[in-house]
Nanobody, 119 residues
């Protein structure tokens, strides 16, 4: 079973950048699709971006298109979320999630990393 751990969160001014990392354990990571989600207290968790197991296809929520880039390095069993032109509304706890290519839902979740964007 793959496990994931996020890192890279922090405090940044509006317009700045952060890169989140999702480090995975498990030899089968290359067979997992990975997604980033975020959640603000009192609101539902929101999909941010995802990447297929081989990295060929990516998907983004509209509000981050053109600003965020998801990528993966299967040799390093890590997925990245490069976040540029950050806005205060990007403030949230960001979670990495993974699901096997045969699974219908994300079933592996990290503990989350806080991203705070000040205005």
């Amino acid at each position: 079973q793959v496990k994931v751990v996020e890192s890279g969160g922090g405090l940044v001014q509006a317009g700045g950048s952060l890169r989140l990392s999702c480090a995975a354990s498990g030899r089968t990571f290359a067979t997992y699709r990975v997604g980033w989600f975020r959640q603000v207290p009192g609101k539902e968790r929101e999909f941010v971006a995802s990447i297929t197991s081989n990295g060929a296809d990516t998907n983004y929520v509209g509000s981050v298109k053109g600003r965020f880039t998801i990528s993966r390095d299967n040799a390093k069993v890590t997925v990245y979320l490069q976040m540029n032109s950050l806005k205060p509304e990007d403030t949230a706890v960001y979670y990495c999630a993974a699901r096997h290519i045969t699974a219908s839902a994300y079933n592996v979740w990290g503990q989350g990393t806080q991203v705070t964007v000040s205005s």
